[in-house]
């Protein structure tokens, strides 16, 4: 029995976006928006990428493009992912406190502006 998951990360959160969208079976999702069954299949699977086919799932299972494709970005059920990148994360890590400091108080601007445009 098979007790790991080796697909492409990808394929998984195409799979994962399509059970949380209600779909039991990737052939019942292929049905419902008339998609080929073998190519949805084998896009789930991992045995074929699916980048042509991005925004029509992203479309129909209501995630972002960038969370299928990149693990960023708002995934089913839910807002966006807040996380920070690890290529991110370690550019950060490098940086002295003070300098830190000054990056966060940046961007807490940035999203102050941003809530304001909003607002609008």
Do not use: C
């Not at 990360?9 to 928006?33: N, S, V, Y």
């Not at 045995?47 to 089913?76: C, H, I, M």
């Not at 406190?97 to 807490?108: A, K, M, R, T």
Request: aromatic share 12%; no cysteine.
């Amino acid at each position: 029995m098979k007790n790991f998951d080796d697909r492409p990360e990808r394929a998984q959160r195409l799979q994962q976006a399509r059970i949380a969208r209600g779909f039991k079976t990737a052939k019942a999702a292929a049905e419902f928006f008339n998609w080929r069954i073998p190519t949805y299949n084998q896009h789930e699977t991992g045995r074929t990428g699916y980048q042509n086919w991005l925004s029509d799932y992203a479309k129909a299972f209501r995630v972002d493009e960038s969370w299928l494709w990149s693990n960023v970005g708002r995934g089913p059920g839910g807002g966006p992912d807040l996380s920070i990148p690890d290529h991110t994360r370690e550019k950060l890590k490098l940086l002295e406190p003070d300098d830190l400091v000054e990056v966060f108080d940046y961007l807490d601007g940035l999203v102050d502006k941003a809530v304001q445009r909003s607002r609008r």
